[in-house]
Nanobody, 115 residues
């Protein structure tokens, strides 16, 4: 069994910054990719950023230039540095960890950006 735990969410004013962390533990064969998703009230969950085993990254268009995903492979940890936050970034942020067998999800961490 694999556990994924996010941390670092909170309330921040527009223009501020937050850093999210995600730690995966348990019976992990090998991690193919780790990613951050978000879901705002009344909206579908969307991919925010992803980083592969090789270090390649992808970002949702609205966060390019503001968010940075990084990874500590030895610690099975992924980070999301968020800067220049906007009210529309308000959502529950979920971390996912994909190995050859499945994709595992955390419980989510709330990010609220006030205007």
């Amino acid at each position: 069994q694999v556990q994924v735990v996010e941390s670092g969410g909170g309330l921040v004013e527009a223009g501020g910054s937050l850093r999210l962390s995600c730690f995966a533990s348990g019976r992990i064969i090998s991690i193919n990719a780790m990613a951050w998703y978000r879901q705002a009230p009344g909206k579908q969950r969307e991919l925010v950023a992803r980083i592969t085993e090789g270090g390649s990254t992808d970002y949702e268009n609205s966060v390019k230039g503001r968010f940075t995903i990084s990874r500590d492979t030895a610690k099975n940890t992924v980070y999301l540095q968020m800067t220049s936050l906007k009210p529309e970034d308000t959502a529950v942020y979920f971390c996912s960890c994909a190995d050859p067998l499945s994709t595992y999800w955390g419980q989510g961490t709330q990010v609220t950006v006030s205007s």
